[in-house]
Nanobody, 123 residues
């Protein structure tokens, strides 16, 4: 049974940092795209960053470039978020897809999803 379990969300002040974790199990971790998406209230789910499990290639949304870093370690994927702004308030989801990425892959290409972890950026 495929499982993606996110953790690390919480309340953080503007300008602060958080590190999200995604623990993957139940499927082979080779040749997969693992991504972080987020969904703010009333908005569509959007891609933040993705990484190739085999080659380590990374791709970011423009809003994440320079502030967020996606990384992988065995079957765990992380999202380090720095200099957070209130616009970063959202539920953050981990997702996995077959194959390696050549770009920030769209939402409909992902086969497995986690339940999400809430990030709130507020003073």
């Amino acid at each position: 049974q495929v499982q993606l379990v996110e953790s690390g969300g919480g309340l953080v002040q503007p300008g602060g940092s958080l590190r999200l974790s995604c623990a993957a199990s139940g499927f082979t971790f080779d040749y997969r795209t693992i991504a972080w998406f987020r969904q703010a209230p009333g908005k569509e789910r959007e891609g933040v960053a993705c990484i190739g499990s085999t080659d380590g290639a990374t791709y970011y949304a423009d809003s994440a470039k320079g502030r967020f870093t996606i990384s992988a370690d065995h079957e765990n994927v992380y999202l380090q978020m720095n200099r957070l702004t209130p616009e970063g308030t959202a539920a953050y989801y981990c997702a996995a897809a077959v194959g390696l990425p050549t770009m920030l892959r769209p939402l409909n290409e992902y086969d497995w999803w986690g339940q999400g972890t809430q990030v709130t950026v507020s003073s």
